[in-house]
């Protein structure tokens, strides 16, 4: 019990480190880059995943819809409007789509709310901002 609690312990002091290039933010902790050419407006899940596979930045065109759990940790609930971490300097306080489909109903899908940094749900059909992601190098 005692080597789990310092397991946890030892993890939650992992801290992810931002750096930018151009239009793109990556992680360094998980490799993944982020798109931070915020796109001027809402979609609906369905085209957000096609404009994520679409897109072409930064020489890439391997760039897909971030599931929630990579979309959360871009995410700063230490801050509002936007609740972001700093080196993002694209982003609306509004909700962002995620690949991920809610379990609860499967005509949702799961959201970042960038205001607050929440993750909630909405419907598919409605519309929200994207975020695209590359697993990077």
């Known amino acids: 019990m005692r080597v789990i609690l310092l397991i946890m312990i030892g993890l939650s002091l992992l801290q992810a480190d931002f750096s930018r290039t151009g239009e793109i933010v990556k992680d360094s902790m998980s490799g993944l880059e982020f798109q931070d050419d915020a796109v001027g407006s809402r979609m609906k899940w369905e085209a957000a995943i096609s404009h994520c596979e679409a897109l072409t930045l930064g020489g890439h065109s391997d760039w897909r819809l971030p599931n929630v759990n990579e979309l959360k940790s871009i995410a700063d609930r230490s801050k509002v409007d936007p609740a972001i971490e700093d080196t993002f300097t694209n982003t609306n306080s509004d909700r962002y789509w995620s690949s991920t489909t809610y379990e609860g109903n499967k005509n949702d899908s799961w959201t970042v709310y960038f205001g607050s940094g929440y993750v909630g749900n909405d419907p598919k059909g409605s ?5 695209c992601v ?3 190098q």
């Open 127 to 131: 519309s929200n901002y994207v975020r």
């Open 134 to 136: 590359r697993d990077g």
